[in-house]
């Protein structure tokens, strides 16, 4: 028998039974379907202590390595802290870096105390409670800002206010950091597969970053999409990281060119993807960018071989209306 | 004796056919229309609880939730239950499971084809 502190309660969990069963007899009211470790209802976070294997048995490398577990697969065999998922932090951030990048794209930079993984998502709220979603693009341990980058919209709410309006030394509220968009280091040999079109880059920088941090072994291979040429926003910093890392390549590729431009591909991204990798099994991927795009990226790397377990997905949704908080 | 799902290597060995299965799906024709809008990750879970339930696993899937989970699915009809079936005894043949349990697996699934096919 085990002790679990959840939220302000204490349950104990008897042998032979799970979490789950000793959560929902104490009162507590936990989704759940299956209680057999396959519909992920009774998904939950570890706070403290040590999980049993079984509890993460079937989660992704990203879920198991934010504390993620089944609580119906819980026998817990020491003193255990959780709690619901997902938990999210809310902190005061303050602009210290505004830059205009190509593309439209506007380069925040914000001190805070967030905890997050690089490639993970933030909420950024202004003080009537405007909101959007952004990804980060820092990686913790190598600078100590957040970085998003945010495509200016012509008539986008916060997109124009964060353009014409905030200012240096002003402050934001920031709620995440959320996703399971990021690098885990479990297998490091592991050949890694990423793309993205827009912003959709700016997840993927952080963790392209993040793995060659942590002495990623396998090839690194970043695909970046843009309309044009000029709207390849990151070129400069993706190209020194290619010729300064012997295992990370950078492709970038446009739709439209009249002329072909030197060292990019012309065309779309997913095809040209598919003819540099027509088989992706053993390979772990990352997509970020529209919906449609992200999806369509999915499902051709899955057939094409790799596991789903492996396959990492952040999609924009654009907002088209503004939501008050 | 152990159960059917025991013998066939429990919650690791539907790990395992979670990925072929959908794959052989997606990959089909007669049926890969039906997944085009799904959320692949969300699907993929919903493939899990399903082969835990044909695996003879445990589950709480019921009737209703087979009836409710298909019946926005227009012209879905036995052909399309039949591909199904095909790709799942196709997946149990790749993982090298034998033709007696392959076919105790089939006819759990064929337990509930009223239900998918609301009938």
Redesign the interface.
């Known amino acids: 028998m085990a002790t679990v502190q959840f939220e302000d309660s204490m349950v104990s969990v008897a042998s032979g039974s799970n979490l789950l069963e000793a959560l929902l007899h104490a009162g507590h009211d936990i989704p759940n379907a299956c209680r057999a470790g396959a519909c992920q209802s009774c998904m939950m976070q570890v706070l403290d202590g040590e999980l049993p294997a079984a509890a993460q048995q079937g989660l992704k490398a990203t879920q198991k390595a934010q504390g993620y577990f089944l609580a119906c697969c819980c026998e817990p065999q020491t003193h255990l802290k959780v709690q619901r998922n997902p938990a999210s932090q809310s902190v005061c951030a303050v602009v210290v870096d505004k830059q205009l990048l190509p593309g439209r794209v506007l380069r925040l930079r914000l001190s805070s105390e967030l905890d997050y993984r690089s490639g993970q998502f933030v909420n950024l709220v202004r003080e009537d409670g405007l909101s959007r979603a952004y990804s980060l693009a820092s990686v913790p341990e190598l600078e100590p800002e957040l970085e998003v980058q945010i495509r200016i919209h012509d008539d986008g709410q916060f997109s124009q206010w964060a353009l014409n309006d905030l200012a240096v030394g002003d402050s934001l509220k920031v709620q995440g950091a959320f996703g399971d968009c990021f690098y885990t280091s479990e297998n490091m040999q592991q050949p890694l597969l990423l793309a993205g079109t827009g912003t959709g880059l700016s997840p993927l920088y952080g963790i392209v970053r993040d793995a060659l941090r942590l002495g990623h072994d396998g090839p690194i291979h970043l695909f970046a999409g843009a309309r044009v040429a000029d709207d390849l926003y990151l070129d400069k910093e993706l190209k020194s990281l290619a010729s300064a890392y012997r295992n990370f390549t950078y492709t970038p590729v446009v739709l439209e060119a009249e002329i072909q431009p030197d060292g990019i591909e012309v065309g779309d991204i997913n095809q040209i993807m598919k003819a540099h990798y027509p088989d992706t099994k053993g390979m772990r991927a990352y997509f970020c960018g529209s919906p449609e795009r992200v999806q369509k990226l999915r499902k051709q790397t899955f057939l094409a071989g790799a596991s789903m377990q492996d396959i990492h997905c952040d999609q924009f949704t654009p907002s088209s209306q503004a939501v008050a908080a | 004796m152990s159960s059917l799902y025991e013998q066939l290597g429990g919650?690791?060995a539907?790990?395992a056919a979670?990925?072929i299965f959908?794959?052989k799906v997606?990959?089909d024709d007669r049926i890969s229309h039906y997944f085009d809008t799904v959320d692949?990750?969300e699907q993929?879970?919903k493939q899990?609880?399903f082969l835990?339930m044909v695996f003879g696993?445990?589950?709480?899937?019921t009737g209703k939730d087979m009836r409710e989970g298909h019946k926005h699915l227009k012209g879905l009809n036995d052909t399309h239950f039949d591909a199904v079936l095909e790709n799942l005894a196709a997946t149990l043949t790749e993982l090298g499971v034998g033709t007696d349990k392959i076919e105790q697996i089939a006819a759990i699934g064929n337990s509930v084809r009223d239900d998918v096919l609301n009938r």
């Open positions: 919650e690791a539907v790990d979670v990925d959908y794959r997606l990959a692949m990750d993929a879970v899990k609880a835990t696993g445990p589950h709480n899937y």
